[in-house]
Each structure stands twice: as C-alpha cells, then as structure tokens.
C-alpha cells in the first residue's frame, strides 16, 4: 500500500470525523463509515446510491470517470489501486463489525499492512 495513502486513512480513522457504521461501507444516510468505507472517502470516493437489486445502500465511485466501484470480493479495494489483498480486507471487515474501535483498526493497520 502507498504510505502517502495508509497515513492519511490511519489519520483519518483517528481524526474523529468518521462515525464507525458495521455491515456497509457507508450506511444510506452517508454519517456512519467502515474501516475501508473510510478509505475509500479518503482516497476521494463520492457515493451514490446503488442501482443492483443485490445492494440497498450508497456505493463508492471514482472520482474521475465516475465508474462505480465493484464492492464484491476483492474488487473493491484492488480497483480503487490500494494493493490490499483479499484476506487484509476481510481482517479489517471482521474486526471493524466486530467491534474493534478505528483507533484499534488504525494501529493494526500502522503495524501490519
């Protein structure tokens, strides 16, 4: 992952600015976060609502282009070119619904990825 990047997401899940929301990288009224919904914000994402009758709730799309951003798997983050494998992503999904805090969340990610 780009260090540029993985400070400015740590500092961002630090910050205080971001309610932590569980099952949903944004939750549909856009005020609670993910861990990697986090990221994604950061890395200057803007939601939409999703159109797939598969997903009710706001999806991230790229800033330049506006494609949206497939959320399956390890499309998500490998599209928006963070280099997070699979498992790292499930690690941070776990723990954030289950109820690690972002601070938790932001020191494993300093020490591990």
Known sequence: MDAKLKRKWVKALRSGEYRQGRGQLVSDDGKNFC????????????????TSKFCSTLVPILPRGRKPLAIRGDDFLSVAKTRLRHNVQEKLASMND????????????????
Not at 35 to 50: I, N, R, T, Y
Not at 98 to 113: H, L, P, R
């Open 98 to 113: 289950d109820g690690a805090s972002f601070k938790k969340i932001a020191q494993f990610i300093e020490d591990g990825i």
């Open 35 to 50: 861990c990697l919904g986090v990221l994604a914000d950061v890395m200057g994402c803007e939601w939409q609502e999703s």
